[in-house]
């Protein structure tokens, strides 16, 4: 084979970083050696389509929702609804110029910042965005004024304590009861209160409105054409498009394919452009490899996404701590990588805290330290004779002599790697006498992760750019995400005095004593980073991997094609260069052979 690189990545200041090899064995579509900030660019003509592969129906259209907060709803709705700052593919928070002309820390004490929306901001109906917006957003969030509004979770809108608007409505002045560093993050995802105004009070128009219809309004670079449940999404450019740039596709289409396995088949037979599968295989990747006598290119990172097992330490069997720590001690997390991932990730660490990801400030092997993930099976035995459980005939007894129950152990579809995970799980546990059974479906979230219906539960979570941010939205007794029972005013002391800090250096380090004590609860096992593979036509200008919640669809308004025929042109970016960062070890494993 002969060996070729050319143009990405950089290394992601808050994420894992890899060391490369001596050698390299790479394949030719592999784009490497670039800033991911500004991979691909190009400046596109008008014109043309491209169509998004997506793992998942959309039921529920309000991404910020319990319900409609999944990565299908975010990738198809970024395109429509505002945000103030959005996460960049370096992970670094970006002020959204196209909304905004500024946003400014006025004050430390009390702490304000003043939001500037451009005058020329509407809403796809010519309606200005205004103060109104944010202060309709903000109620549905600070989880005071809506209590019923059905959010995923929300950490930091409840630290504003005044939000006011100017005469003009473009000048948004926030005061918070206390210092927040994690401010960038807020107000990500608006809605036209206008709209919502008409359609019953708050949580009213928040958990039907804006969950149940399918969007007729924008205020972003496209708004929806049409929906075909179950079969696609069709975009069209918003005549009202107030942004500096773009759009410039006639239609941005998002095709539902629900089985990950047959969207690279879908890629290859021409009837979508672009994948980007949560979890990348394997063999999803080496396919890739193959398929640049097509024209295309792929791009991969490690992810700000992380797979994780929930224990439901609120009820059943996982409410005993002693249990719940034997079941992460049985857990071989180097077989469980080595099956689903390597070689793959052979060198990716693996995830040992639950606040932090490798190479964050604050980040330390807290999983490791307390055993858990040995696949110690007779560590594990010890730990449930201590406490009274008794093994018989094969089966586990709770101390007082009952048998403990079949384990419900739920995940979502599209994630092969899940479901590979859930059975190795269920046998590194068989030897504990623990029996499980293995719950998925297309309403999984609702149907037994939102409900309570689990024992153990296999997900992914998202890092934010704060560290202190996400750790609110998980660890806090009243969260919404707070799924798996975490009961401690301790964490949630700290966890405020983190994301109070005025540093990120000096958040990580508060908040690392509850990340010790968040491991000790036992509540929730961090397994590893998820890699991304964005795999597209080379002819896609301005399509990056966006590696965090946000994903490739936070740039849509500069997507577009250079050239004649799907083409690139000479407005394109991509040239041969040095490896100098992140590639994914199953590339460089027969390299020393």
Not at 311 to 332: E, F, H, W
Request: proline content about 7%; overall charge negative; glycine content about 8%.
């Amino acid at each position: 084979m002969n060996i070729r690189l050319h143009g990405l990545t950089t290394i992601l200041s808050a994420l894992v970083v890899l060391t490369a090899p001596t050698a390299v064995l790479a394949q030719d579509n592999l784009v490497t050696g670039e800033l991911i900030t500004t991979v691909n660019s190009g400046t596109p003509g008008k014109g043309g389509e491209v169509t998004f592969a997506v793992t998942r129906d959309i039921t529920n259209w309000n991404v910020t929702s319990a319900l409609g907060n999944n990565a299908v709803v975010r990738t198809v709705t970024l395109p429509i609804v505002p945000s103030a700052f959005m996460v960049q593919p370096d992970f670094t928070l970006k002020m959204n110029t196209d909304l905004l002309e500024s946003a400014e820390l006025t004050s430390t004490d009390p702490q304000t910042v003043v939001y500037r929306i451009r005058e020329d901001a509407v809403w796809s109906d010519g309606v200005p965005i205004t103060g109104d917006d944010f202060i309709y957003f903000w109620k549905t969030q600070n989880r005071r004024d809506c209590p019923e509004c059905l959010i995923n979770a929300s950490y930091g809108h409840d630290f504003i304590e005044t939000l006011e608007q100017d005469e003009t409505g473009k000048v948004v002045t926030a005061t918070f009861s206390e210092p927040f560093l994690g401010w960038q993050g807020l107000f990500m995802f608006l809605y036209p209160a206008h709209l919502a105004e008409k359609h019953g009070d708050i949580a009213e128009s928040y958990n039907n409105f804006l969950s149940n219809e399918v969007p007729a309004w924008s205020g972003g670079p496209y708004m929806v054409e049409s929906f075909d449940p179950g079969q696609l999404v069709t975009l069209v450019p918003n005549p009202k498009w107030y942004g500096e740039k773009g759009p410039y596709l006639d239609k941005l289409k998002f095709r539902i394919i629900t089985d990950s396995t047959q969207q690279l088949t879908a890629l290859e037979n021409g009837e979508v452009d672009v994948i980007y599968p949560q979890g990348a295989t394997q063999d999803m990747v080496e396919q890739a490899a193959g398929l640049d006598y097509l024209g295309i290119d792929f791009q991969m990172n490690p992810s700000a996404n992380w797979y994780f097992m929930g224990l439901n330490s609120k009820a059943g069997p996982m409410s005993d701590i002693a249990l719940r720590k034997a079941v992460l001690t049985a857990i071989d997390a180097g077989d469980l990588k080595a099956k689903t991932a390597d070689p793959y990730l052979r060198n990716w660490p693996h995830m040992g805290s639950v606040m932090f990801l490798p190479n964050q400030a604050g980040y330390a092997d807290r999983r490791g330290a307390r055993g858990y993930g040995t696949g110690d099976v007779e560590k594990a035995k010890g730990i449930l004779s201590e406490a009274g459980y008794k093994l018989s005939g094969g089966s586990l007894l709770d101390p007082s002599g009952k048998p403990v129950s079949t384990l419900r152990l739920s995940f979502p579809p599209g994630y092969p790697a899940a479901n590979d995970m859930a059975r190795l799980i269920t046998g590194y546990i068989a030897p504990l006498g623990l029996k499980t059974d293995l719950l998925t479906g297309p309403n999984a979230t609702a149907d037994y992760l939102l409900s309570g219906n689990f024992d153990l539960h296999l997900n992914y979570f998202s890092q934010q750019v704060f560290p202190a941010v996400k750790a609110g939205q998980i660890f806090l007794r009243d969260t919404r995400q707070n799924y798996f029972g975490f009961n401690d005013p301790k964490i949630e002391e700290i966890i405020g005095k983190a994301a109070a800090a005025s540093s990120i250096e000096e958040s990580a380090a508060i908040l690392s004593e509850a990340d010790e004590l968040a491991m000790d609860y036992a509540a929730l096992f961090p397994i590893y980073q998820l890699p991304t593979a964005l795999i597209y036509k080379e002819a896609i200008l301005n399509l990056r991997d966006n590696p965090n919640q946000l994903g490739p669809a936070y740039n849509t308004a500069r997507m577009g094609f250079s050239g004649v025929n799907g083409r690139k042109g000479p407005g394109s970016f991509r040239h041969d260069g040095p490896f100098t960062q992140i590639v994914p070890p199953m590339i460089f494993q027969a390299a020393g052979s």
